[in-house]
Every structure is written in C-alpha cells, then in structure tokens.
C-alpha cells in the first residue's frame, strides 16, 4: 500500500521533504523511520494523517506521516 | 497614556490598565528571554520577574538583546532591569540572579499571572512545566535551534511538553545548529502575543497547539497536538 513521509526542519538533510513509499500491510511507523537512518531520539513530533501518533502506529493505505525533531535552545 | 497611544486598537485602554496590574515571570534572560521582556515592558505588563542565573559571555552576542560587549561577566537578571529603567520605568523589574532549580522553583514563580518558560535545555522545561502547574499558572513555552523554533501556550493539566518531547530527549537541533540572531526574536514575539492574550483575554491562545517555525523554507505551521 502506499503511504507519504513529510520530513521538516533538519530532518530533511541528506534525505527530501516528502517520500512516497509502497509498504507492506501492517508496517509500523517505527520501520520506516528505521530504514529512513532517523534516529528515534532526533524524532520530537511524530503525527500519522496530522494527528498525534507513535512509532508503534500500524499504517493504513494512503497515510500520511510527519516528523518534526526537537528544538530545546534559548 | 502617551506612550501607549500606539497600543490602542491592537487593545483597548482598559486592557492596556489590566497588563499595568499583572505579574509576569520570564525565566531564562537569553536569546528568548531577552526579547521577551522587552516586548512585555514596552506594551506596559506592570511587573515582570527576570530569572537567570548566567552572566554574559562572549558568544551570546551574537543574538542576546540585552548583552552588551561592556556587560560581558556581569548578570544577565541585573541586566534586564537596567534596561527596562531606560525603556519603560513604569514597569517594575525583580532581577532574580538565580539558577532556576527544583529547590527554589516555587519560591521564585509563586503569584505571578503567566510564567514565560525562555529557557536553553529540555531538562529545565520539564521541571518548569511542572512546577507551572502546581502553582496553576499558564505557562508560555518558546524554543528555538537555528532557523527552527516552537511556540505553544500551556495550561495547568495539559502537559503539552510530555508531546513535544517524546521520550528522554535532553537536546535539541540547536546543538549542531546553534543559535542565530532572528529566530529567537521571532519565536520571543509569538511568545510576547501570547502572553498578552492571556493576561487581557484576547484572541484565540495557542493551547494544544504548537507554531513549528522554520526561517531557511519560510514555513509556519500550526499543528494540532
């Protein structure tokens, strides 16, 4: 099934803004962002079809997954 | 009311009275915290607390309003209320030259109206967020890492921070991203508007919500937590 990773801020360096991608039914978010090489810890907002979602979330046809990583400074 | 003159139709005269009576803490007088107070002061907020612990150095002049290269070593707290005596000196400034801590945490937020969290490290938000809410005080969370900053408003009971950082993460983009001079001004303006949302009671707050800004693409989003 096909689903759509949004990546912002530096999550986007040495990779692309958005990736479409054909996965397996039952493929967790964890495996994709596993196989992008983002560490889960570079990994603050993660949202399934724009709505808060985790990386155990199971994927349905068409989603679509955002990752934003942390900002901490002053 | 000449120097609010131009503050009128962005609020009205008895909202301008009402920031006059209230009580705002910024904590952390950095890059964020810097721009924050200034911000809060001009548009008239009768009392504001400057916590930090740090002096100047050096390399905070690159983004810091109130760091000057004549004030490298001297306290930061101390710093924000010398100025607000030359900008504003309606406002009264408590120059608190503290770390905040879990020791002296409540001491130091205790009967304020909003408490802006203008912090550098993830580990002190947690705290602050949490001493926020004991004390039942809205907080307004503001970070930034290089062209990337956040902005969320916090009420007591929705621990919006738990969401936005997942898992144990102590650091942010900024540590290979450093900080520049514009995204803590930026960030600090939508932290200074939602504090004054706050205290007068305007507009829609930025509650379960969190402004994601990124200056290198221009993309604002508001995304819904």
Redesign the interface.
């Given at each position: 099934m096909k689903i759509e990773v949004r990546l912002?801020?530096?999550l986007r360096e040495g990779r692309t803004k958005v990736l479409k991608q054909e996965v397996p039914e039952g493929t967790a978010v964890f495996t994709v962002v596993d196989s992008l090489k983002i560490p889960?810890?570079d990994?603050?907002?993660?949202?399934v079809n724009?709505?808060?979602g985790s990386f155990e979330s199971i994927f349905q046809e068409g989603d679509i997954l955002s990752l934003?990583?942390?900002?901490?400074?002053? | 009311m000449e120097r609010y003159s131009r503050s009128i139709g962005t609020l009205s005269g008895p909202e301008i009275e009402k920031l006059h009576a209230a009580r705002v803490a910024v904590v952390?007088c950095?890059?964020?915290?810097g721009y924050v107070l200034e911000m809060l002061g001009r548009m008239g907020v009768g009392h504001l607390t400057a916590i930090d612990g740090d002096v100047f150095e050096e390399s905070n002049l690159n983004r810091q309003l109130l760091s000057e290269t004549a004030l490298l070593g001297t306290s930061k707290a101390v710093a924000a209320k010398k100025r607000m005596e030359k900008v504003n000196p309606e406002v009264f400034v408590t120059a608190l030259h503290e770390r905040f801590s879990a020791e002296n945490a409540k001491t130091l937020l205790d009967i304020h109206d909003v408490i802006v969290d203008?912090?550098?490290?993830?580990e002190t938000?947690r705290l602050l967020q949490n001493v926020a809410e004991e004390l039942h005080i809205p907080l307004v969370h503001?970070?930034?890492?290089?062209?990337?900053?956040?902005v969320t408003v916090i009420l007591p009971g929705d621990r919006t921070l738990d969401?936005?950082?997942?898992?144990?993460?102590q650091?942010?983009?900024?540590k290979?991203?450093g900080?520049p001079s514009f995204t803590?001004a930026l960030a600090a303006a939508a932290q200074a508007a939602e504090t004054i949302k706050l205290l007068t009671g305007r507009g829609e707050l930025l509650r379960n919500r969190?402004l994601?800004i990124?200056l290198?693409e221009q993309?604002y989003?508001v995304?819904?937590?």
């Open positions: 912002f801020a530096t889960r810890q990994v603050s907002i993660l949202l724009g709505r808060h934003f990583p942390p900002v901490g400074g002053g | 952390g950095g890059g964020l915290g203008a912090l550098d490290n993830i938000r503001g970070a930034i890492g290089g062209w990337y900053g956040q969401r936005l950082y997942r898992g144990n993460q650091n942010g983009v900024e290979k991203q900080n803590p969190v994601r990124d290198l993309e989003s995304i819904e937590l």
